[in-house]
C-alpha cells in the first residue's frame, strides 16, 4: 500500500475511533464528576441545614432564658422546621413560661456602686484618698464575686423605667406598672453613679474610660501599674456585667442591664467632651458615640446625676437659679449627647419632699419623673407625676458595717469583701 493510501486509513478509520473512545471516556468522566459533585452538594446542604437549625434553636433557648417567651415562640413559628417534635416542645414550653408569669409585689431593690476598683494597690495606698475608697468604692473583684451570690437568689435585673407608665385618664399622671416575672424572682436594679472616670481618680487604680474592644464590645481603657494603658473587660462594672448576662441570661430580665449616672462637669464616659469645642469635640465626639450607642443596644440606660456634683446640693444651700443652670447644663451638654432621660439620681444621694420648689422644677421643667435617692433601706414612694425610689450602696461601708443586713438581702459578705481592703 502506498504511504498516501497508508496515512488516508489512518485518518478515515483510526481518528474517529479515537474520537469516540475519548468522547466515552470524557462522558464516563463527566458522569463520574457530576456525581460527585452532587453528593458533595448534599452534604454540604445538609450540613448548611443542620447549622440553621442548630443556630435558630440556640437563639431561641437564649431568648427563652433571657424572658423573650413570645420572641422565641415567634421565632420557632416563623422558621420551616416548626413541624419537628424538638421544636413544638419548646414552642409550648414557651406558652407555658408566658402563662405561668406572676405578678410580683414585693420589695423592688435597688442597689448601687461607684466605679469599680480595678488595682486595690493603687486605691489602698495610704494617701489621703484612701480612705474615702474603702468606704465608698467596691472592687472589680468583690462586684465579680456578688453576681452569682445575687442570682443564686433569684434577682433578676429589671428596667426602672418599667415601674412606672403614663396614666391613660390623664397626661400629668403617672401609674405604677405591675412586674411580671416568673414565680421565685425578684426584681433588681442596678446603677452605677459618676461613670466619669474624673481625673483624681487616674492614679488610683481605676479604669480611664468606656472604649470600645476588637469585637466591638465594650470594654475598660485602664492603666496598668506599670503606667502601661490595656483594653480589658475586668475595669468596671459593665464589661463585668454585659459578660455575666451573656453567661446567665436568666439574670436580665428582657435584657435589661443598668443605669449609668452621669455628672457633666467632666464630660461623661472619660470624654472630657465638655472641655473642649469645635474639632477637639467633634473627634470626642467620634469616639465616644460609638460607645454611647452600644451601651444602648446593650441595656444599658442613662440618668442625670447633676452637672455639678457641687457641694451645695450635699448641705441643701442651693437655690433656684442653681437648680435650674445645673440641670439646664446637664440636658444641653450631656442629655444632648447620651440621649434625653427622665432618670435623676441625686448627687450626695439628697432627697427633696414632693412638693419642694426645687424638686418641682426638676419634674416638671425638666421632665425627671424618677428620683433615686440613698438609704439603707428600700423605699418606693409613688407620688401622682413622679416615684421617688432609694437605693443602697453595695460598698465597703456597707460591708463593713451593715454584714448581717447584706447576708439578709444579697449576698454573703465573707465570701465577697476583698482581703487587699485596709484592715480596719
Ligand atoms: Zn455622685
Not at 412638693?355 to 422644677?361: F, Q, T, V
Not at 421617688?388 to 465577697?416: A, C, T, Y
Amino acid at each position: 500500500m502506498a504511504e498516501k493510501s497508508k496515512k488516508i486509513m489512518f485518518v478515515a478509520v483510526f481518528v474517529p475511533v479515537l474520537v469516540l473512545v475519548c468522547l466515552l471516556l470524557g462522558f464516563v468522566d463527566a458522569q463520574k464528576i457530576t456525581d460527585i459533585k452532587a453528593i458533595e452538594a448534599k452534604e454540604k446542604a445538609a450540613v448548611k441545614e443542620w447549622l440553621a437549625y442548630n443556630n435558630m434553636i440556640k437563639q431561641a433557648d437564649t431568648l427563652y432564658q433571657g424572658y423573650f417567651y413570645e420572641e422565641a415562640e415567634k421565632l420557632l413559628q416563623n422558621g420551616k422546621y416548626k413541624e419537628r417534635d424538638e421544636v413544638k416542645q419548646k414552642i409550648e414550653n414557651c406558652k407555658l413560661a408566658q402563662a405561668n408569669l406572676v405578678e410580683y409585689n414585693g420589695t423592688v431593690e435597688h442597689v448601687f456602686f461607684h466605679s469599680l476598683i480595678f488595682y486595690p494597690e493603687l486605691a489602698f495606698d495610704g494617701d489621703h484618698m484612701a480612705e474615702g475608697y474603702d468606704l465608698w468604692m467596691t472592687t472589680a473583684d468583690e462586684f465579680k464575686k456578688m453576681l452569682p451570690q445575687l442570682r443564686d437568689r433569684g434577682y433578676v435585673l429589671y428596667n426602672i423605667e418599667d415601674l412606672i407608665e403614663q396614666d391613660p385618664n390623664d397626661p400629668n399622671k403617672i401609674v405604677r406598672k405591675a412586674i411580671y416575672l416568673p414565680e421565685g424572682k425578684k426584681p433588681l436594679i442596678l446603677s452605677v453613679d459618676d461613670v466619669n472616670y474624673y481625673d483624681y481618680m487616674q492614679k488610683d487604680g481605676f479604669a480611664k474610660r468606656l472604649v470600645l474592644d476588637e469585637d466591638g464590645e465594650v470594654a475598660t481603657l485602664v492603666k496598668n501599674p506599670e503606667g502601661i494603658e490595656e483594653i480589658n473587660r475586668n475595669g468596671d462594672v459593665v464589661p463585668i456585667l454585659d459578660d455575666f448576662v451573656k453567661e446567665y441570661p436568666d439574670f436580665s430580665f428582657r435584657g435589661a442591664k443598668g443605669i449609668l449616672a452621669l455628672t457633666g462637669y467632666a464630660g461623661a464616659l472619660g470624654y472630657r467632651i465638655t472641655d473642649v469645642s469645635g474639632d477637639d469635640y467633634k473627634a470626642l465626639r467620634t469616639k465616644m458615640d460609638p460607645v454611647v450607642a452600644k451601651l444602648k443596644q446593650t441595656g444599658w440606660i442613662f440618668a442625670c446625676h447633676s452637672y455639678t456634683h457641687n457641694s451645695y446640693f450635699k448641705n441643701y444651700t442651693i437655690t433656684m437659679q442653681q437648680m435650674q443652670d445645673d440641670a439646664t447644663r446637664w440636658r444641653d451638654t450631656i442629655g444632648a449627647v447620651v440621649g434625653q432621660t427622665n432618670i435623676y439620681i441625686s448627687p450626695f444621694g439628697v432627697s427633696y419632699k414632693n412638693n419642694d420648689p426645687l424638686y418641682r422644677y426638676l419634674v416638671k421643667q425638666k421632665k425627671f419623673n424618677i428620683f433615686c435617692s440613698v438609704a439603707a433601706k428600700a423605699s418606693l414612694i409613688k407620688n401622682d407625676d413622679n416615684i421617688i425610689m432609694s437605693r443602697i450602696n453595695l460598698d465597703g461601708f456597707s460591708m463593713k458595717n451593715h454584714k448581717e443586713m447584706l447576708k439578709q438581702r444579697f449576698f454573703n459578705v465573707d465570701d465577697v469583701i476583698d482581703v487587699r481592703r485596709p484592715k480596719t
